[in-house]
């Protein structure tokens, strides 16, 4: 059954650090997602791209965070001055229609530590 | 403002004995709602989802679940647990068709004793 990979699974990472999360959609999968769950909370949707684009985001995306699909198999999450508050469980997803039509498949999560 | 309520951190119930996981919602318009599970050091997986049509939806695993539009409720339910049916349940909903984000529960963790 094909799925989502997320690496790596765990980081740590010094506050103020750039770092990069990285995932492997589902090959026929056109829409892409990241969102996060910091430790006791709710799952939060972050951002959601489609045709090399950002198609919809949250407030919590802000100028900190970027994503990029840079060849045909990856989507990437970066942020560029990581913040204590940014520790949490980062999951990526992915789906053949937008969110109403079609369920979306999930990575295991990157759990991203801010020391 | 757009939400969903899951009350119950936990829900416990006896291996063979019916389950049922809460969750309601608050969005305007036509909602459509999803269940998803996680099991530990998984990711999130797709159980079912409301769209339109029958109230009632069946799902992954014998999982099912009951839209409820007039009590903006969509109840999981199980007519028979399995003690590998515990794991932490959430449910979600996607505003419109063409939004593409999910809004997510808190999460109720499921225990079923064998």
């Known amino acids: 059954e094909p799925e989502v990979t997320q690496t790596p699974s765990h980081q740590v990472t010094q506050m103020g650090q750039e770092v990069i999360l990285r995932c492997v959609p589902i090959?026929?999968?056109?829409?892409f997602y990241w969102y996060r769950q910091i430790l006791g909370q709710k799952v939060e949707f972050l951002v959601s791209?489609?045709?090399?684009?950002?198609?919809?985001k949250s407030e919590i995306f802000d100028d900190q965070f970027s994503v990029e699909r840079p060849d045909g198999s990856n989507f990437t999450l970066k942020i560029r001055s990581t913040k204590l508050e940014d520790s949490a469980m980062y999951f990526c997803?992915?789906?053949?229609?937008?969110?109403?039509?079609?369920?979306?498949?999930f990575g295991q999560g990157t759990r991203l530590t801010v020391v | 403002a757009q939400s969903v309520a899951q009350p119950e951190d936990q829900v416990n119930v006896a291996e063979g004995n019916p389950l049922t996981v809460k969750c309601t919602y608050s969005?305007?318009?036509?909602?459509?709602l999803f269940w998803y599970v996680q099991y530990p050091n998984r990711g999130l997986q797709f159980l079912l989802k409301?769209?339109?049509?029958?109230?009632l939806v069946k799902g992954s695993y014998g999982f099912e679940a009951e839209f409820n539009k007039s009590q903006t409720s969509f109840h999981l339910k199980k007519p028979s647990a399995l003690v590998s049916d515990s794991a932490l349940y959430f449910c979600?909903?996607?505003?419109?068709?063409?939004?593409?984000?999910?809004?997510f529960g808190s999460g109720t963790r499921l225990l079923v004793r064998p």
């Open positions: 997803a992915s789906s053949r229609e937008p969110g109403g039509n079609t369920e979306a498949f």
């Open positions: 090959s026929n999968h056109l829409y």
């Open positions: 791209f489609y045709n090399n684009e950002i198609s919809e």
């Open positions: 969005v305007s318009g036509n909602p459509y």
């Open positions: 409301y769209i339109t049509g029958d109230n």
């Open positions: 979600a909903v996607s505003p419109t068709q063409s939004s593409y984000k999910l809004i």
